[in-house]
């Protein structure tokens, strides 16, 4: 069992900037995938961002590319999501992702556990 606890969320302004980061606990964190992904009001739950294990590999959403990075330190069992540019389209409740397969298959939604979630509000 792993448990995640997403952080960071909040209000911005379009074009401004949040990291949102994700601590897990539980079974070994280096042993998962990690992602981030989102759900905006009426909507469904889409993939934003993966990462490996090792961090040597990473996969983004054609909407979040150039302007979210995703980074992970295994020795702080933690995941974070810079987000810059941010802009109104980009306001949802962001979930924290890990999956016992690949990063690039997170993007099919193949994960093992999730977080709770945080609220990202971009205001225009």
């Known amino acids: 069992q792993v448990q995640l606890v997403e952080s960071g969320g909040g209000l911005v302004q379009a074009g401004g900037s949040l990291r949102l980061s994700c601590g897990a606990s539980g079974r070994t964190f280096s042993g998962y995938a990690m992602g981030w992904f989102r759900q905006a009001p009426g909507k469904e739950r889409e993939f934003v961002v993966g990462?490996?294990?090792?961090?040597?590999?990473?996969y983004y959403a054609d909407s979040v590319k150039g302007r979210f990075t995703i980074s992970r330190v295994n020795a702080k069992n933690t995941v974070y999501l810079q987000m810059n540019s941010l802009k109104p389209e980009d306001t949802a409740v962001y979930y924290c992702a890990a999956s016992l397969g690949t990063a690039q298959a997170m993007g099919s939604h193949r994960v093992d556990y999730w977080g709770q979630g945080t609220q990202v509000t971009v205001s225009s």
């Open positions: 990462i490996s294990w090792s961090g040597g590999s990473t």
